[in-house]
């Protein structure tokens, strides 16, 4: 079990250090903050480097048992005054821990070896140019909550690590296979390779995702909130699908219509 050590001053490297983390540009770090995202943290295995608290979180006898729990996994265990904790927080109204943990391992052979699984949904889920960090985090509690194969995020997303799409994640980010930074192109022959059906929503008339054999496995494709799916996207897709919309109403948020997709995939193989 590590000892809390006291940093009184926000010029510490160490802090210097967690800001730029948070800011996202620590390689291969991620700025973890929160008391329900540090127990996910424990809960996943992740290898901790550095824990921060406010005098605040450590004052509080309800925070005890998960002190002790952080401060055996972690490496070094820092105790900040509130005044200098919320110089590192990410949030208005911090909880009062932070903890500066290694990004998961992302490849694509993570999520070769689910599809092998017969106990996984075979779907794998590409985010093509995802912008907004909460419909990302949102979509990866989704995909976890189905059990997906993994999720394959292309160049020009956002990061998938980062602190508001950890948050709207809710723990999913540390224990999905998750492929980031793959090209478009790369991501279908890497489909067909592994015979994968490959499969994109469009607002255009073609058939409901209810028609589909979801117990074929399946590369589904979800393109950016602004702009979805281009031209030359779709026309390397095999099929194209559409969720039935009333009252004019032309497009969902890619959270709620990759949910909606997903559990029409759960309940076909249910």
């Known amino acids: 079990m590590n000892e809390l050590q006291k940093i009184t001053s926000r010029d510490n490297q160490r802090l210097i250090s967690a800001r730029r983390i948070r800011d996202g540009h620590g390689a291969g770090k991620m700025f973890v903050e929160g008391k329900r995202l540090a127990i996910e ?49 990410a949030t208005e109204n911090t909880q009062g821990i932070v903890i500066i943990a290694e990004r998961p391992h992302s ?10 699984d017969n106990s ?19 979509v990866l509690r989704t995909a976890e909550a189905v059990n997906v194969a993994g999720v394959i995020i292309t160049r020009n997303s956002t990061d998938v690590y980062s602190p508001k799409a950890l948050r709207a994640a809710m723990g999913a980010a540390f224990r999905i296979p998750v492929w980031t930074e793959a090209s478009y192109d790369l991501a279908l022959e890497w489909a067909r390779e592994h ?66 997709v997903m559990f029409e995939a759960k309940r076909q193989n249910d």
Not at 107 to 116: C, G, K, M, Y
Not at 219 to 243: D, M, N, T
């Open 41 to 89: 943290a424990l809960r996943s295995g992740l290898e901790i480097s550095e824990c921060f608290v406010s005098e605040r979180f450590v004052q509080s006898s309800e925070n005890e048992t998960l002190l002790d729990l952080v401060s055996v996994s972690s490496r070094f265990m820092f105790e900040l005054p509130d005044r200098v904790f919320f110089t590192i927080a």
């Open 107 to 116: 490849s694509a052979q993570q999520i070769e070896r689910r599809l092998a």
């Open 120 to 138: 996984v949904l075979p779907v794998v889920l590409v985010l093509f140019e995802i912008n907004n960090p909460s419909n990302l985090g949102a």
């Open 195 to 260: 015979r994968l059906a490959t499969t994109a929503t469009i607002v255009a008339h073609c058939q409901a995702y209810t028609e589909l054999d979801w117990k074929m496995p399946r590369l589904l494709i979800f393109g950016s909130e602004s702009h979805g799916l281009g031209p030359s996207e779709l026309a390397s897709v095999e099929q194209h699908i559409r969720i039935p919309m009333e009252n004019d109403v032309e497009s969902l948020n890619i959270a709620v219509a990759a949910g909606i």
